[in-house]
């Protein structure tokens, strides 16, 4: 187990972790703001791959969180990392929002939103822009057998109005269909963990993932062979932790705000 008071990049998931729904939680941005004051870095973490990070930023700044692009790290940019260190594909058919299509061109991806001869690989992500077609297309793309990628392994998405399906769930969809399933890029893989490391150049001593679901935030950080706080203020559980699938968190805190005691009780009152 690491010292927790050391740890000084802290990889934070959000819904559930540091705001629930469209609400901040009160120990948040004193949390955020001790971190900086500290010298340290924190970084949000998300595997929604349906919207680009301006959308985050517009929605922690109406929630009184200043943030910009360099503070956010999503599975679409995990996956640009993971592309750009392989073999270039020579079209990607990209599966996903428009958002999505265009970070991933932005990125110099070569992709394309139809069916089309010199396609060798599907990307698919988060698409609440979802039309048959598209699966109509992914089937016939698995069928060539082209390489397949996901952004997330997500099966839902938590609405206003209950969930939605997310990448996860077309997914499983497609493997119904074809028998192909994607390799996949966000949380529990360790790959958006690994890349945090990479951009902000601080040891793996002193991150920290902080998450509110053991199977995909902990997980990440655990796969990553960093240490991990799991806080339940939620979907997860203390319950969890007796279930938890292999998955143990290195320390559990109620929230932020405990999890902030906790960090900074050898520097004083919170
Ligand atoms: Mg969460």
Redesign the pocket.
């Known amino acids: 187990m690491g010292n927790l008071s050391e740890k000084r990049l802290f990889l934070l998931?959000?819904?559930?972790?540091i705001y629930l729904d469209h609400t901040l939680f009160p120990g948040t941005l004193p949390f955020l703001e001790a971190v900086r004051a500290r010298g340290g870095r924190y970084l949000f973490l998300t595997n929604n791959s349906s919207k680009s990070v301006d959308a985050y930023i517009e929605k922690l700044g109406g929630m009184g969180v200043a943030a910009v692009r360099e503070d956010f790290l999503t599975s679409v940019d995990a996956l640009i990392a993971d592309l750009a260190a392989r073999p270039p594909f020579r079209l990607c058919y990209a599966f996903g929002t428009d958002s999505f299509q265009s970070q991933l061109r932005a990125a110099g991806v070569p992709v394309t939103n139809r069916l089309e001869d010199g396609v060798d690989c599907l990307l698919i992500g988060f698409d609440t822009e979802l039309t048959f077609q598209k699966l109509e297309d992914a089937c016939i793309l698995l069928n060539r057998g082209v390489e397949f990628i996901a952004t997330n392994p997500d099966c839902v998405c938590p609405t206003w109005y209950g969930s939605v399906p997310d990448c996860g769930s077309v997914c499983e969809m497609l493997y119904r269909a074809t028998g192909r399933r994607p390799r996949v890029i966000g949380k529990p893989q360790p790959a958006m963990a690994r890349l945090a490391l990479e951009r902000t150049g601080f040891p793996r001593s002193a991150a920290l993932m902080v998450?509110?679901?053991l199977y995909t935030?902990v997980a990440c950080g655990a796969n990553a062979g960093i240490d991990t706080a799991f806080v339940l203020s939620?979907?997860g559980t203390r319950e969890d932790l007796a279930g938890g699938g292999g998955v143990t968190p290195t320390w559990v805190f109620d929230d932020i705000s405990a999890l902030h005691r906790a960090w900074a009780g050898r520097h004083g009152p919170v």
């Open positions: 998931d959000m819904d559930g972790t998450g509110d679901r935030d939620g979907e």
